[in-house]
């Protein structure tokens, strides 16, 4: 069997509208706004080239590289507004939107406990979410030893356990914010998906104990919810918590390898104050490792980079459609059930 996981995910955090960046308060904004300039022109570049080449792969690389560009120009010259609801959500909707998008991503999720952070976790319930989805998927996988009878109910419970883990997420995690921005309707969509309402999994989930038989990691809160002791909802909106970042959590300097393109980049903070850490230039280049070749500071990398403009990571220069592919991957993930 094949189970298709498409992105059941609207952007967390954003009813219906793509998350924008926004330079207000941020750092060093006029830097912000001429890095992420240059990320829109070299974009555009991208799209035009996949344009002439009638290439939907090179379409999907151009988007991504621009989400990868975009953050890392964030993370540079608004490093003190990362742990907002902004900046998660506009990290939930790359790893939504890019085929190949995981983590690690700089800054995300918030750390507990951190100033200015957004009111609700998004990052934390976005990561509960797909987890509940892979545990699912790696439950369905194991029930294989007993009689076909059997191995139909327990994979029923599965499907049960990993709705109700997504959905025990939301009310777990954060219980005051209204659902409906924080994924409700996206755990709705998973249950059309797999075919499983959490209205008929009550009897599922008291036969296969979701933690104890089937395996599955205890969910925020310790309940796992059936639609009969489902916690009553939330109605706060999302906003930004008391508190400042005063210096760069990860330093005035640092680098990360972004295992969607497998290039280095390294981030460097600017408009650090005297006492919070080196000035920083505000660039945020990349560098690659391996065969693919090299760059350096302010050098996209590797066979098909291009060069950035204005401190940005440059979206990479798309070539024929086999290279592409071979970079970013598939538009559809099948996993082999």
Same mark, same amino acid.
């Given at each position: 069997? $094949? +189970? ?9 955090g954003?009813?219906?509208? $793509?998350v ?5 308060g ?8 001429t ?11 991208c799209?035009n &080239?996949?344009?002439a080449?009638?290439?939907q792969?090179e379409t $999907? ?20 507004r990362?742990n907002?609801?902004?900046? &998660?959500s ?23 406990g ?9 990052g934390e319930?976005?990561e509960?979410?797909?987890g509940?989805?892979?545990q699912?998927t790696t439950?369905?996988n ?5 009689d076909?009878f059997t191995n139909? &109910? +327990?994979i ?8 109700s ?16 921005l ?6 709705q969509s ?15 989930i ?7 038989d089937?395996?599955?990691p205890?969910?925020?809160g ?7 002791n ?11 918590g ?10 005035s300097?640092f ?7 497998? &290039? ?5 903070a600017?408009g $650090? ?8 230039s ?8 391996g065969s ?6 302010g050098v996209?990398?590797g ?10 990571? #440059?979206p ?6 086999g290279?592409?592919?071979? +970079? ?7 996993v082999f #059930?």
């Open positions: 069997m $094949v +189970r298709i996981l498409l992105p059941i995910f609207a952007a967390i954003v009813a219906t509208a $793509v924008q960046l926004t330079t207000t941020c750092s060093d904004s006029s830097g912000l706004q890095c992420l300039n240059a990320v829109t022109a070299l974009t555009s570049k799209l &080239q996949a344009d080449d009638a290439s792969l $999907v690389a151009c988007g991504c590289t621009n989400y990868i560009s975009s953050y890392n120009c964030y993370a540079s010259h608004c490093w003190n990362v907002e609801c902004e900046y &998660q506009y990290i939930i909707e790359y790893l939504i939107n890019c085929p190949t998008a995981k983590t690690p991503v700089p800054y995300f999720p918030t750390p507990k951190a100033p200015a952070a957004c009111s609700c976790n998004v319930v976005y509960a979410i797909t509940s989805i892979s699912g439950c369905v194991n029930q294989n030893g007993g076909a139909v &109910q +327990r029923q419970g599965c499907e049960c356990c990993e709705v883990a997504a959905l025990s997420s939301i009310y777990g995690i954060c219980p005051t914010t209204d659902p409906t924080i994924g409700l309707n996206q755990v998973l249950e059309t998906n797999l075919n499983t309402p959490i209205d008929s999994c009550a009897p599922y008291a036969k296969y104990p979701c933690e104890s089937l395996g599955f205890a969910v925020a310790g309940t796992f919810y059936d639609a009969a489902l916690a009553a909802s939330g109605t706060a909106t999302l906003s930004n008391p508190g400042t970042v005063t210096a760069p959590a990860s330093g300097v680098t990360y390898t972004n295992p969607a393109d497998s &290039q280095v980049y390294v981030i460097s600017a $650090v104050k005297a006492g919070g850490g080196d000035s920083g505000g660039n945020a280049a990349a560098t690659t490792t693919s070749g090299s760059g350096s500071s996209s990398g066979s098909n980079g291009g060069t950035s403009t204005g401190g940005a990571a #440059s990479g220069k798309t070539g024929v459609a290279q592409v592919s071979a +970079r970013w991957g598939l538009l559809v993930v099948a #059930s």
